[in-house]
Nanobody, 122 residues
Framework: QVQLVESGGGLVQPGGSLRLSCTTS????????MGWYRQASGKERELVAR??????????SVLGRFTISRDFADDGAKSTVILQMHNLKPEDTALYSC?????????????WGQGTQVTVSS
């Protein structure tokens, strides 16, 4: 019904930048809020950023360094959520996953991508 595919992770030096993409396809009219979460080794998954109708929300740890945005394809068949990350720090190292919350016919459901690894190291 809804498919999420992430890309853009990799290895970057401290202070560097990365751009993560989450391509969403399926029943887009039944998708509301979307966001990025991350889980570092040995830690619980945490919210990074969310976006809904253009309104954004960030965790304190990434505020001012990360930007979330959402674009729609011209045919409306796909949507892309971008997480632009600047001034990356070693503590940003984690598996980053895209999340979508259902509305209308998919109300109460959540969807996840497979995740993309971000490693910040010199």
């Amino acid at each position: 019904q809804v498919q999420l595919v992430e890309s853009g992770g990799g290895l970057v030096q401290p202070g560097g930048s990365l751009r993560l993409s989450c391509t969403t396809s399926g029943r887009l009219s039944n998708i509301g809020e979307m966001g990025w979460y991350r889980q570092a080794s040995g830690k619980e998954r945490e919210l990074v950023a969310r976006i809904n109708d253009g309104i954004t929300r960030y965790s304190d740890s990434v505020l001012g360094r990360f930007t979330i945005s959402r674009d729609f394809a011209d045919d409306g068949a796909k949507s892309t959520v971008i997480l632009q990350m600047h001034n990356l720090k070693p503590e940003d190292t984690a598996l980053y996953s895209c999340n979508a919350r259902g509305i209308r016919m998919l109300r109460g459901r959540e969807f996840w991508g497979q995740g993309t690894q971000v490693t910040v190291s010199s």
